[in-house]
Nanobody
Framework: QVQLVESGGGLVQPGGSLRLACTAS????????MSWYRQAPGKERELVAT????????NYADSVKGRFVISRDNAKSTVSLQMNSLKPEDTAVYYC?????????WGQGTQVTVSS
């Protein structure tokens, strides 16, 4: 079955960096686009970044452009999110996501807290 497992969250001071990782299994990872979403308390889940399968083209939410970088390693079935210059408003649970034949799959999420 499809499994997505996130790791790398934690507490970081404003201006700091974190790297999230998502390990995938149960499907042909290399042929599917992968995304990171986040959900802050009291807010709807929002798309943060997407990386395509073949060309590894990327797209970012305006709020993270220039600060976050999404990447993938097809040999290891992992997708990562490098987060730099973190702000308190980046505090959220971050989720890994893929869509297979129209059905969305999610990991359990990893908490990122940006606070001094």
């Amino acid at each position: 079955q499809v499994q997505l497992v996130e790791s790398g969250g934690g507490l970081v001071q404003p201006g700091g960096s974190l790297r999230l990782a998502c390990t995938a299994s149960g499907f042909r990872f290399r042929i599917y686009a992968m995304s990171w979403y986040r959900q802050a308390p009291g807010k709807e889940r929002e798309l943060v970044a997407t990386i395509t399968s073949v060309s590894s083209s990327t797209n970012y939410a305006d709020s993270v452009k220039g600060r976050f970088v999404i990447s993938r390693d097809n040999a290891k079935s992992t997708v990562s999110l490098q987060m730099n210059s973190l702000k308190p408003e980046d505090t959220a649970v971050y989720y890994c996501n893929t869509k297979i034949r129209g059905e969305g799959y999610w990991g359990q999420g990893t908490q990122v807290t940006v606070s001094s």
